[in-house]
Protein backbone atom coordinates (compact mmCIF):
# COMPACT_ATOMS: atom_id res chain seq x y z
CA UNK A 1 0.00 0.00 0.00
CA UNK A 2 1.20 3.39 -1.22
CA UNK A 3 -1.56 5.51 -0.63
CA UNK A 4 -4.94 5.27 1.09
CA UNK A 5 -7.61 8.01 2.00
CA UNK A 6 -9.60 7.57 5.55
CA UNK A 7 -12.81 7.63 6.12
CA UNK A 8 -13.11 11.73 6.81
CA UNK A 9 -11.55 12.20 2.90
CA UNK A 10 -8.00 12.83 3.90
CA UNK A 11 -5.40 11.23 1.93
CA UNK A 12 -2.22 10.13 3.12
CA UNK A 13 1.11 9.11 1.03
CA UNK A 14 3.68 6.41 1.82
CA UNK A 15 7.27 8.41 1.69
CA UNK A 16 11.10 6.63 2.84
CA UNK A 17 12.00 8.51 5.53
CA UNK A 18 14.32 11.67 4.26
CA UNK A 19 11.39 12.67 1.98
CA UNK A 20 9.10 12.07 4.62
CA UNK A 21 10.70 14.70 6.35
CA UNK A 22 11.11 17.23 3.77
CA UNK A 23 7.40 16.66 2.56
CA UNK A 24 6.30 17.52 6.41
CA UNK A 25 8.36 20.71 7.15
CA UNK A 26 7.34 21.76 3.24
CA UNK A 27 3.47 21.48 3.43
CA UNK A 28 3.72 21.95 6.94
CA UNK A 29 1.52 18.85 7.63
CA UNK A 30 2.13 15.54 9.81
CA UNK A 31 2.21 12.04 10.00
CA UNK A 32 -0.93 10.03 9.35
CA UNK A 33 -3.37 8.92 12.91
CA UNK A 34 -5.33 6.11 11.90
CA UNK A 35 -7.61 4.60 15.02
CA UNK A 36 -5.25 6.06 17.35
CA UNK A 37 -2.03 4.70 16.18
CA UNK A 38 0.46 6.76 14.37
CA UNK A 39 1.37 5.86 10.93
CA UNK A 40 5.02 6.01 10.84
CA UNK A 41 5.66 5.93 7.28
CA UNK A 42 2.61 8.08 5.93
CA UNK A 43 1.67 11.70 5.79
CA UNK A 44 -1.00 13.90 5.29
CA UNK A 45 -1.70 15.41 1.84
CA UNK A 46 -2.73 19.18 2.61
CA UNK A 47 -5.84 19.75 0.82
CA UNK A 48 -4.15 22.95 -0.94
CA UNK A 49 -1.63 20.38 -2.25
CA UNK A 50 -4.96 18.01 -3.34
CA UNK A 51 -5.89 20.67 -5.70
CA UNK A 52 -2.30 21.41 -7.00
CA UNK A 53 -2.09 17.87 -9.37
CA UNK A 54 1.50 19.10 -11.29
CA UNK A 55 3.30 19.33 -8.00
CA UNK A 56 1.42 16.34 -6.08
CA UNK A 57 2.91 13.73 -9.24
CA UNK A 58 6.13 13.76 -8.29
CA UNK A 59 5.47 12.62 -4.50
CA UNK A 60 2.41 9.96 -5.98
CA UNK A 61 5.55 8.76 -8.20
CA UNK A 62 7.42 8.90 -5.06
CA UNK A 63 5.71 6.59 -2.62
CA UNK A 64 4.75 4.26 -5.20
CA UNK A 65 8.16 3.66 -5.81
CA UNK A 66 9.43 3.31 -2.10
CA UNK A 67 6.30 0.82 -1.64
CA UNK A 68 7.63 -1.31 -4.31
CA UNK A 69 11.06 -1.53 -2.87
CA UNK A 70 9.52 -2.53 0.19
CA UNK A 71 9.91 -6.76 0.76
CA UNK A 72 6.40 -8.33 1.26
CA UNK A 73 5.19 -9.10 4.74
CA UNK A 74 5.01 -13.01 5.16
CA UNK A 75 1.67 -14.44 4.90
CA UNK A 76 -0.44 -15.74 8.08
CA UNK A 77 -2.63 -17.75 5.84
CA UNK A 78 -2.31 -21.65 6.61
CA UNK A 79 -2.02 -23.70 3.97
Known amino acids: MFTFMDKEGNVSIRLPQDEREKFIKKFKT ?10 KE ?13 ELKPYIEM ?3 YAKSLNAKPTKKKK
Do not use: C, D, N
Open 30 to 39: ELSVQHGVIM
Open 42 to 54: YVLVPEALLKKTK
Open 63 to 65: SFA
